[in-house]
Antibody, heavy 118, light 110 residues
Framework: EVQLVQSGAEVKKPGESLKISCKGS????????IGWVRQMPGKGLEWMGIIYPGDSDTRYSPSFQGQVTISADKSISTAYLQWSSLKASDTAMYYC???????????WGQGTLVTVSS | QSALTQPRSVSGSPGQSVTISCTGTSSDVGGYNYVSWYQQHPGKAPKLMIYDVSKRPSGVPDRFSGSKSGNTASLTISGLQAEDEADYYCCSYAGSYLYVFGTGTKVTVL
């Protein structure tokens, strides 16, 4: 069974750094791109970027380029999303999802809620 | 890269049909047959309902169907059921490893 399990909720202060994770199982982790999607409170889905764990090839949405870093450790089948300096506007639910055939997100993680507040 | 345009809400009575539109441009929806649709219940992760414009993953009821004409894709729910009440998002491939989601539509079952 394909599963993507994300790390737990985080509460941070503005300016702090953060790295959240997404662990894949039940499939060949290195053979599928993993994407990250943001959902701000009460708002819609926004595509942030994707990574191919096989070779760490990474592509970003222009809206998120330079704002976050996506990485992966294929040895432990885990993808990451990180911030070097959080802002209150980063408060959101973040989902990881497997990208099937480069065009549809077929399996999703349960989401990680990030709250940034002073 | 702007979000695809969806109606904010649609509603229907049980058993009726509703259609959600998803309008983009020739650079995304109109340029590729790679539109997917996602259902999201409150507090839950999105779920893939339609891919490649009109294909249904295993386990998705056949009352869900998709289509596309020009720069507009559509999701139709036939025989609306109470459990179909949720938010729905379209998503299109936009070339060069870029993707764009729609603004989202709340489906209400009256």
């Amino acid at each position: 069974e394909v599963q993507l399990v994300q790390s737990g909720a985080e509460v941070k202060k503005p300016g702090e750094s953060l790295k959240i994770s997404c662990k894949g199982s039940g499939y060949s982790f290195t053979s599928y791109w993993i994407g990250w999607v943001r959902q701000m409170p009460g708002k819609g889905l926004e595509w942030m970027g994707i990574i191919y764990p096989g070779d760490s090839d990474t592509r970003y949405s222009p809206s998120f380029q330079g704002q976050v870093t996506i990485s992966a450790d294929k040895s432990i089948s885990t993808a990451y999303l990180q911030w070097s300096s959080l802002k209150a506007s980063d408060t959101a639910m973040y989902y990881c999802a497997r990208l099937q055939q480069l065009v549809q997100f077929d399996y999703w993680g349960q989401g990680t809620l990030v709250t940034v507040s002073s | 890269q702007s979000a695809l345009t969806q109606p904010r809400s649609v509603s229907g009575s049980p058993g009726q049909s509703v259609t959600i539109s998803c309008t983009g441009t020739s650079s995304d929806v109109g340029g590729y047959n790679y539109v997917s649709w996602y259902q999201q219940h409150p507090g839950k992760a999105p779920k893939l309902m339609i891919y490649d414009v009109s294909k249904r993953p295993s386990g998705v009821p056949d009352r869900f169907s998709g289509s596309k004409s020009g720069n507009t894709a559509s999701l139709t729910i036939s025989g609306l059921q109470a459990e179909d009440e949720a938010d729905y998002y379209c998503c299109s491939y936009a070339g060069s490893y870029l993707y764009v989601f729609g603004t989202g539509t709340k489906v209400t079952v009256l």
